[in-house]
């Protein structure tokens, strides 16, 4: 079982240069989270939030959590004279030592580290009651920050008529008609026919098919027969399923698979009704966290969202706001994982 580590710095940039450090020495053996919000940090750890090993900012000093819920804490301090602690499970830390430094007593509370187990493949659905309203944008960033966590991510989008490619720099798309595998439905294997097909920007992504899947006659059981041999492989530490509304029983196959669902939406009428009808069947889910974006600016290319995290057991819930985006349609997933507006999205890749 993968030990957790928790970095909490407001500072996305300065979290990510030490989880980079962390991935390269403990890739198989620990499951690195960053938390870049003051006040989510303060809600994971009211409610059963843990963690074996929390390295944490100052700036995050007023937010009060229970010893026995972490293993060893490390306070990062701009200050070079702190006080030496008396408690052994807490240790203060400069935060601005030579990156050298900071490792070799960060590294400390790793040693006794197990192995992971061959196969923790997660599977994080993004879905929507309606269309139009930014699902693909979220999934596709939501997939590259996966990436930028050092976790071995695959997207791919679940719907009969795929318009994603402009969200990558290779907008070139997979001939269906081209390769009789794909068509041969008597003997091929989903995940091992498109596995040779699948390319890399900003993260591992298949890219989307030429034609629907109904102009081929391909059932749209083809999905979850591809999410379940790439679960099943081990290859990916994180898949992220981009799954279309226009199929609710596909929908609903989805999310009986999924670890953490994301559900887009926006406050027209017509998305509020829709998302009444798709609510009741996720919390028939149970122990599936579920996150909700509200994209308040749907229209002219940028985007104006809300964030809500919802841990399904407790109800409890966590909001962040994404600034303006202007221009985004101009944007890679990869640009748009960078940009600072979209930082605290990474608070959904947990």
Known sequence: MKRKLIIADPDIDYAIKLLEQFALRYRDTIDIHIITDLDYFYEYFSRDGSADILIVSEDFRSANFDPDQVGQVFWMSENQNVDIPTDPSVEYLYKYSTLSTLMSRLCSGLHNSQSSENNNSRLLVVTSANGGIGKTTIA????????????????????????????????????????????DQASYSPYGTLSRYIRTDGCDYLPAFDCSLSAQEIPMSFFTDFVDKALESGDYDVIVADVS?????????????????????????????????????????????????????????????????????????????????????????????????FSKVINLCY
């Not at 920050?145 to 719907?159: D, E, P, W």
């Not at 600016?297 to 995290?309: E, K, N, P």
């Open 140 to 183: 596709t960033v939501l997939a590259s920050m996966q990436k930028m966590l050092k976790r071995r991510v695959l997207y791919f989008n679940a719907a009969n008529i795929q318009n994603f490619s402009h969200r990558f720099r290779d907008q070139s798309e997979i001939g269906l008609s081209d390769d009789p595998h794909l068509t």
């Open 245 to 341: 509304c226009g199929d609710p029983e596909l929908q609903t196959e989805f999310l009986k698979r999924a670890d953490h669902a994301v559900v887009i939406t926006d406050p027209s009428p017509a998305s509020e009704c829709a998302l009444r009808k798709l609510l009741p069947s996720l919390e028939d889910l149970k122990g599936l966290e579920v996150s909700t974006v509200l994209n308040k600016a749907v229209q002219g290319g940028y985007f104006d969202c809300t964030l809500t995290l919802t841990q399904a057991r407790n109800e409890q819930k966590y909001t962040f706001t994404i600034n303006q985006v202007e221009n985004i349609d101009s944007m890679t997933s990869s640009d748009l994982a960078r940009h600072p507006a």
